[in-house]
């Protein structure tokens, strides 16, 4: 029922700067909240950030101050601004979709590649 695609990812040197965007079709987008997770080489899956459909948002530590997550419900997509880029952060950044209420609806986008190197 409801389709996500991630588009924006890359190569960038440290220091720089990337906004990834994921379109969401399908829905009635402001009754989901959003979030951005990813996934480096080796790793498990981690929360990068979310955003209630009225926009109260919540960081992992390791981006707050850095990343900044945002949502158009009128474009029904949401943002991930992400400064000051360090090589650690780079994973395969996926985008999320959770029900407000029933949680156990959600879904999952196919992941876009961030490369953060010299």
């Known amino acids: 029922q409801v389709q996500l695609v991630e588009s924006g990812g890359g190569l960038v040197q440290p220091g720089g700067s990337l906004r990834l965007s994921c379109a969401a079709s399908g829905t009635i987008f402001t009754l989901y909240a959003m979030g951005w997770y990813r996934q480096a080489p080796g790793k498990q899956r981690e929360l990068v950030a979310t955003i209630t459909g009225y926009g109260s948002t919540n960081y992992a530590d390791s981006v707050k101050g850095r990343f900044t997550i945002s949502r158009d419900n009128a474009k029904n997509t949401v943002y991930l601004q992400m400064n000051s880029l360090k090589p650690e952060d780079t994973a395969v950044y996926y985008c999320?979709?959770?029900?407000?209420?029933?949680?156990?609806?959600?879904?999952w986008g196919k992941g876009t590649l961030v490369t953060v190197s010299s």
């Open positions: 999320n979709a959770e029900r407000t209420l029933l949680h156990y609806m959600n879904y």
